[in-house]
């Protein structure tokens, strides 16, 4: 993970309206910056025996400068931020996160010369963690992760601008194009076999990934279907069904950044054409069947879309039906060395992964699902 370099202490505003103004312009010209060196993320293509004529694509979010697809989010609601206002020069800066957001946006505060906290559950992966403290920022860890929230809103009533993923992630992005996500994954299929694909798999944290796909591929007027790929039992998935975003869930998930306990305000119904339940010990495995493919291990959502992707391909192979599925790989695996990775860690949880891996092994090959023990 690559560090940046911050506004100078020399340029730092007077306290007063014009040197706000002046320090706005400065950040945001950072941020553009910013934007224009991070070369977009690669689309990696598989190809798997048992799917002939179904071509399978990641693409690799883990790439970007904080490796993780929340890069792209926090470069959003730095830029809301600064354009609404909201925030100006010396400012804390403060978010609730399991982790991926808190790395991004503690990376663009050190870019914008602002002290950062992130309020996260005590349970977050340690290496989340220290890379949050690596990067100057400070983590209030919080025993009951329903209290994040609560947390977040006393830090900004004591002066912190709350980024405020969960409220505003779906607001600050711009769904239309600007080389969000979607509209990279449609330019960079352009000369692939199938340039519109059959489905786009991803996962729901704050909900905003999922409505900039959903919005953007009606925008263009696609025939894409966007599947969402849960953690069982997720509030999501329950209140998607009922179509009841009251639905709260108590079922935990040991998969760091969806599975949602509640319903987010970003979270957007109607973009949504297919949910898929994943059990924690199928993204796991996943995860590892992912490593054996493309050589290096990438977190546990990355796990949860490649099973979803393969529920989906199955049900085209058996309708005759060719085309593409794109999906994300959301985070690196290194972040998990201590949890999803460990196998005495998951010996504590009670989870085995290996036969939902072997069942994997079997779909792959065969192109037929193969259920979980």
């Not at 010396?90 to 950062?116: H, N």
């Not at 912190?160 to 993923?165: G, K, N, P, S, T």
Request: aromatic share 8%.
């Amino acid at each position: 993970m690559r560090t940046p370099d911050s506004i100078p202490a020399n340029k730092a505003p007077a306290d007063d309206a014009e040197g706000q103004r002046s320090w706005t312009r400065e950040a945001l010209k950072l941020l553009r910056q910013e934007a224009a060196r991070s070369a977009d993320t690669h689309l990696l293509r598989l190809a798997f025996e048992g799917f002939p004529g179904i071509e399978f694509y990641f693409k690799d979010e883990a790439a970007h400068p904080t490796g993780s697809l929340k890069h792209r989010l926090a470069r959003s609601l730095y830029l809301y931020a600064l354009c609404n206002g909201r925030l100006h020069a010396g400012q804390p800066v403060v978010d609730a996160s399991s982790g991926s957001t808190a790395i991004s946006e503690a990376w663009f505060a050190r870019l914008l010369g602002l002290p950062f906290t992130a309020v996260m559950p005590a349970a977050t992966a340690p290496r989340k963690i220290a890379d949050v403290q690596a990067l100057g920022g400070h983590c209030d860890l919080v025993d009951d992760p329903s209290q994040v929230y609560e947390r977040a809103a006393w830090h900004a009533a004591n002066g912190a601008c709350h980024l405020d993923q969960f409220g505003l992630a779906v607001t600050a992005t711009d769904w239309r194009g600007n080389n969000n996500i979607a509209e990279s994954i449609i330019s960079q299929l352009a000369a692939e076999p199938h340039p519109e694909p059959a489905w786009i798999v991803c996962g729901v944290g704050t909900g905003g990934t999922s409505a900039t796909i959903g919005r953007y591929l009606r925008y263009r007027g696609l025939a894409t279907g966007l599947c969402v790929a849960e953690p069982a039992g997720s509030a999501f998935v329950h209140a998607w069904r009922g179509r009841d975003r009251h639905v709260r869930c108590s079922q935990p998930t040991v998969i760091e950044g969806i599975g949602r306990p509640q319903v987010e305000p970003g979270w957007v119904f109607e973009t949504v054409d297919e949910v898929i339940e994943v059990p924690d010990a199928a993204s796991i495995a996943a995860m590892h069947v992912l490593k054996e493919h493309l050589a290096r291990p990438y977190g546990g959502s990355s796990g949860t879309n490649l099973v979803a992707c393969l529920q989906l391909a199955c049900r085209m192979r058996e309708q005759g039906r060719k085309g593409s599925i794109v999906s994300l790989l959301c985070d690196p695996g290194e972040r998990y060395d201590q949890t999803l990775y460990d196998p005495v860690w998951l010996s504590r949880q009670g989870i085995d992964p290996a036969p939902c891996a072997n069942a994997l092994r079997r779909t792959l090959a065969t192109g037929t699902w193969q259920p979980f023990a």
